[in-house]
T-cell receptor
Framework: DAKTTQPNSMESNEEEPVHLPCNHS???????IHWYRQLPSQGPEYVIH???SNVNNRMASLAIAEDRKSSTLILHRATLRDAAVYYC???????????FGKGTSLLVTP | EAGVAQSPRYKIIEKRQSVAFWCNPI?????LYWYQQILGQGPKLLIQ????????DSQLPKDRFSAERLKGVDSTLKIQPAKLEDSAVYLC?????????????FGEGSRLTVL
């Protein structure tokens, strides 16, 4: 499986934008880029996914590099409730399981 | 819509004892997953079911772990005998394979402590 690389941790101030990077230099042409997050003491939850074009939803935006070797999850205004571990995952198709790495632990301070 | 239900939420046992975890997926979801999450790590897939058939159990320690999904709905994960290194959160997830995103919906997990 193609692997992803994320920083272990990041810190942000409340109400400021957060850019969470993910490197995936060995991504294949059919891999989708998925982001999940895991709040403390909860199971992971879906955030967003994309293939080539940038994507927006009510939770976040996903910016994908033109060569697809990296992507960035953007939280437009961080809140204290956004403090979580964020996982960037490559997935060939919707029939496959998700293979999680260690993710990025996001700390949001007031 | 009801989410993925798991029980028990917490379980403490001594090594060499047995334990079972139960999962009820979201209604209509054909695919069910069991993950193991050790403290400080991301979840690791143990087994994936499609209806009541096994799709992937390559990372399931079959000498002590077993899982079944009778009638393609509920699932049970069993550990017998437990070891200290089995202390972890066991997460169940389900998905609509044919859905737009194939999004996985996770339960809150069952935390196991082996003493």
């Amino acid at each position: 499986d193609a692997k992803t690389t994320q920083p272990n941790s990041m810190e942000s101030n409340e109400e400021e934008p957060v850019h969470l990077p993910c490197n995936h230099s060995t991504i294949s042409g059919t891999d989708y880029i998925h982001w999940y997050r895991q709040l403390p003491s909860q199971g992971p939850e879906y955030v967003i996914h994309g293939l080539t074009s940038n994507v927006n939803n009510r939770m976040a935006s996903l910016a994908i590099a033109e060569d697809r070797k990296s992507s960035t999850l953007i939280l437009h205004r961080a809140t204290l409730r956004d403090a979580a571990v964020y996982y960037c995952i490559l997935r060939a198709n919707s029939g496959y399981a998700l293979n999680f790495g260690k993710g990025t632990s996001l700390l949001v301070t007031p | 819509e009801a989410g993925v239900a798991q029980s028990p939420r917490y379980k403490i046992i001594e090594k060499r004892q047995s334990v079972a975890f139960w999962c009820n997926p979201i209604s209509g979801h054909a695919t069910l997953y069991w993950y193991q999450q050790i403290l400080g790590q991301g979840p690791k897939l143990l087994i994936q079911f499609q209806n009541n058939g096994v799709v992937d159990d390559s990372q399931l320690p079959k000498d002590r772990f077993s899982a079944e999904r009778l009638k393609g709905v509920d699932s049970t994960l069993k550990i017998q005998p437990a070891k200290l290194e089995d202390s972890a959160v066991y997460l169940c997830a389900s998905s609509l394979v044919q859905g737009r995103t194939g999004e996985l919906f996770f339960g809150e997990g069952s935390r196991l402590t082996v003493l």
